[in-house]
T-cell receptor
Framework: QKEVEQNSGPLSVPEGAIASLNCTYS??????FFWYRQYSGKSPELIMF????GDKEDGRFTAQLNKASQYVSLLIRDSQPSDSATYLC??????????FGPGTSLSVIP | DAGVIQSPRHEVTEMGQEVTLRCKPI?????LFWYRQTMMRGLELLIY????????DSGMPEDRFSAKMPNASFSTLKIQPSEPRDSAVYFC?????????????FGPGTRLTVT
């Protein structure tokens, strides 16, 4: 079992729809969770982080964390073509080690 | 702030040659990470440092890979000898203290091609 897993993708949604990205992790000791966006040929950039169970909202983005289920998700409301990118889930586990998931490619169709 | 600086941005070398990648983290950041990204394996953590001390190098694929951080403003990742399967984008990232919820700031990456 991989340490961090994500929707295999690619995920396609129409413009204006909600995009839902999912991530599961294996280390129950994990403390912090991050969502990064990576455009093709660019480096990852942070969208959101969350470390408490529940929801965290920032503009069109909502991160959801359920530590009991070892599950974290990212919702993108009113998806825009500029949201088309690969989304990486990152988990900080034991000993401050950060592991990235394989990423989910999102395509927003105008 | 200039952000995390990496050099070179592109490197093409022949199999068997030594390759050195360089990274300057953001001033004041205590943590420095080296990642490798390929289509097949995604973003892999190779090694990370805290206050210039290597904390976990379990991701370093083989003895051909080595990393150093002689001071707070400079780190190198060396591959000797290089092989075609080392071709990837290598990212350096730094993170400020305290780190529990702090993001990592990535450099632009070095695209390595080994022929």
């Amino acid at each position: 079992q991989k340490e961090v897993e994500q929707n295999s993708g690619p995920l396609s949604v129409p413009e204006g729809a909600i995009a839902s990205l999912n991530c599961t992790y294996s280390d129950r000791g994990s403390q912090s969770f991050f969502w990064y966006r990576q455009y093709s040929g660019k480096s990852p950039e942070l969208i959101m982080f969350i470390y408490s169970n529940g929801d965290k909202e920032d503009g069109r983005f909502t991160a959801q964390l359920n530590k009991a289920s070892q599950y974290v998700s990212l919702l993108i409301r009113d998806s825009q073509p500029s949201d088309s990118a690969t989304y990486l889930c990152a988990v900080k586990g034991s000993y401050d080690k950060v592991i990235f998931g394989p990423g989910t490619s999102l395509s927003v169709i105008p | 702030d200039a952000g995390v600086i990496q050099s070179p941005r592109h490197e093409v070398t022949e199999m068997g040659q030594e390759v050195t990648l360089r990274c300057k983290p953001i001033s004041g950041h205590d943590y420095l990470f080296w990642y490798r990204q390929t289509m097949m394996r995604g973003l892999e953590l190779l090694i990370y440092f805290n206050n210039n001390v290597p904390i976990d190098d379990s991701g370093m694929p083989e003895d051909r890979f080595s990393a150093k951080m002689p001071n707070a403003s400079f780190s190198t990742l060396k591959i000797q000898p290089s092989e075609p399967r080392d071709s990837a984008v290598y990212f350096c990232a730094s993170s400020p203290p305290p780190w529990q919820a702090s993001e990592q700031y990535f450099g632009p990456g070095t695209r390595l091609t080994v022929t």
